[in-house]
């Protein structure tokens, strides 16, 4: 089971990788020319007429984009962050659910293999997707950095590092919530608008303090870029989080596929 659903996925990761790393290419390519030549000045001004809140939403007030890295410790790395987050909500709506649109559960249901140990193996191969997609987008960048000027390296690993924890929680919980449904093109746009939500709701928690309360129902909290720009470290708090809220939703996962009938 381990194995098949290790070479079932690894087309799509193949996919996902090399979009983003064309993606950052290209920011490699031409950014060094804008922050060199006179647009970076009326680049510079247009930021200064944006609102502080409208700024801290983007990091801008902790990094000036003047440079490659200053531009990936803020937009950059928000890019990572919804690339990463949508990759592992749309592999934990369907890595359980394609076993119904391909019609293999009722093949699944009558092996000797435990609805558990069906679950497990393929949070496993979610897991390992999610940090291989982590570490393929970090390692391009950490090269494309070290080509392009000097930088912080212990934070921008750290940087890397923080996607993971809102990541493996949107896989738990996009899994999860298609445990109620057997519609596979429903749970693609379900879980798309689950992380999309959720990273709106991290940034309309920082425009204000009225909005604050709502960076509990955002699993991008957990990522706490902000932290790791200003401390050069990871607050412990998000990583015992990130693994209860894990650990909750794989047992949720586990009642649930327990009790879902094959269809």
Do not use: H
Request: aromatic letters at 12%; proline letters at 2%; glycine letters at 4%.
């Amino acid at each position: 089971m381990f194995k098949r659903e290790l070479k079932v996925n690894f087309k799509s990761f193949c996919v996902w990788a090399l979009v983003s790393i064309a993606l950052y290419l290209i920011v490699f390519l031409i950014y060094p020319s804008i922050v060199n030549g006179p647009e970076v000045e009326s680049l510079n001004e247009m930021l200064k007429a944006f609102p502080e809140e409208i700024l801290k939403a983007f990091n801008m007030d902790l990094s000036s984009i003047d440079s490659v890295y200053g531009w990936l410790k803020s937009e950059g790395f928000i890019f990572v962050l919804l690339i990463i987050g949508c990759y592992s909500g749309i592999l934990g709506s369907n890595i359980l659910l394609k076993e119904e649109s391909d019609k293999t559960s009722e093949y699944l249901g009558v092996l000797p293999i435990k609805k558990s140990s069906i679950v497990l193996s393929k949070c496993l191969v979610g897991i390992i997707y999610i940090t291989a997609l982590t570490i393929v987008i970090g390692l391009f960048n950490y090269i494309g950095l070290e080509l392009s000027g000097s930088f912080n390296e212990k934070q921008y690993i750290l940087l890397s590092i923080t996607p993971l924890f809102a990541s493996y929680v949107l896989f738990f919980l996009c899994m999860l919530i298609s445990t109620f449904t057997s519609k596979t093109k429903t749970m693609l746009g379900v879980s798309l608008g689950v992380v999309i939500i959720s990273y709106a709701l991290n940034i309309l928690s920082s425009l204000s303090e009225n909005t604050e309360f709502l960076k509990y129902f955002s699993a991008f909290t957990l990522s706490d870029i902000r932290n790791v720009i200003t401390n050069i470290s990871i607050d412990i708090k998000m990583i015992i989080v990130s693994f209860v809220l894990c650990l909750i939703l794989l047992l949720a996962n586990i009642f649930r596929y327990n009790k879902k009938e094959f269809v």
